[in-house]
């Protein structure tokens, strides 16, 4: 019989353990898309999400609504026949510009292992969640890309271009008068996008568009900060993130989306100052945990009308 040093034996199971934990992969997966009274642009977006090749693990999509309208809610009552996963309206009453707090509604009502955070004017591709899935790894996050779309395109953008799939064709796109030299983000050829994702010059970041994280992470940091107004709101939840210890991952080529073109009236002057200076005392002081968040939001524990729907 050979003996085996204890140290030996001690230092493999170490390895084998961190080896595990690397390759670990979330059981469950929910995407989280804000949406203001734009219910066209949010079926469009859905379109998306209807034809999504994978099925791993379940994955809830909810709608994170910051106080639209009846429309939005029919639209959805129509539209879950043709979706696959679970969809659940997280809603609370139209009292300005808080998409932060029902962000923080929408990552308490998840009941999901990772999170994927997008916008309603937000495309994604049909291995959009197979991509998100693939790279999920604990102590990271993921930060995705985009392309800009004109409003004429916007507007074109129907039912079967989305879920056929040449709508993320640069080819299609320039026949229908998309100039961008952006179409290359595009490529469907996954080792060019892994190459590009290497040697882009632009730093990874959380961005409102197409990023993910693990739901513990999301929870330690304590969500998003509701004092942030528009403008950099994404940012600043990274960042904290980044204090966390968290890594970014860059994977702008490989999870781009297509960015729809719409007005954007909550920029103001103001806003984007004040989430500057915010955005500034976070790095500058190292905070981690917002002491406006998801904690502060449950013990208000007031009846401010905030529903959640299920279709």
């Keep these: ?14 390895a084998r353990t961190l080896a595990q934990k690397n390759n670990k ?17 949010l079926e469009k977006v859905l379109w998306g999400y209807s034809v999504q090749r994978f099925d791993s693990v379940p994955v809830k999509i909810v709608i994170a609504d910051d106080g639209s309208t009846e429309a939005t809610r029919e639209m959805l009552a129509q539209m879950r026949q043709n979706l696959p996963q679970e969809l659940v309206h997280v809603w609370h009453p139209d009292n300005g510009f808080q998409k932060t707090r029902i962000l923080n509604r929408a990552i308490v009502a998840t009941n ?44 074109q953008l129907s ?6 799939g040449r709508a993320f064709c640069a080819d299609w796109l320039k026949r229908n008068g998309f100039r961008s030299q952006k179409c290359f983000r595009l490529t469907p050829n996954k080792t060019l996008a892994t190459v590009l994702n290497w040697t882009t010059p632009t730093d990874a970041t959380w961005n409102g568009q197409g990023s993910s994280c693990w739901t513990d992470d999301a929870l330690a940091v304590n969500g998003y900060n509701e004092r942030m107004q528009y403008g950099g709101l994404d940012r600043e939840f990274g ?36 989430n500057k200076a ?8 190292n905070i981690v945990r917002t002491p406006h968040g998801i904690q502060e939001m449950l013990a208000e524990k007031e009846n401010d009308g905030y529903t959640i729907f299920q279709y």
């Design 278 to 285: 915010l955005r500034a005392e976070v790095r500058r002081q």
């Design 112 to 155: 999901a292992e990772y999170l994927i955070f997008t916008d309603h004017d937000c495309i994604p591709r049909n291995d959009c969640l197979a991509t998100h899935y693939k790279y999920a790894e604990p102590n990271y996050f993921l930060s995705g890309g985009y392309v800009k779309l004109p409003m004429s395109l916007s507007e």
């Design 25 to 41: 992969k979330p059981q469950s997966m929910a995407v989280i898309i804000t949406t203001y009274n734009n219910p066209r642009w």
């Design 239 to 274: 960042e904290r993130l980044f204090n966390l210890g968290v890594k970014a991952k860059q994977l702008r080529f490989s999870l781009p989306i297509l960015h729809l073109d719409h007005p954007r009236p909550h920029a103001t002057p103001e806003s984007i100052a004040k």
């Design 1 to 14: 019989m050979v003996r085996i040093p204890i140290v030996t034996s001690f230092t493999e199971t170490v």
């Design 159 to 164: 039912s079967d271009d989305i879920t056929s």
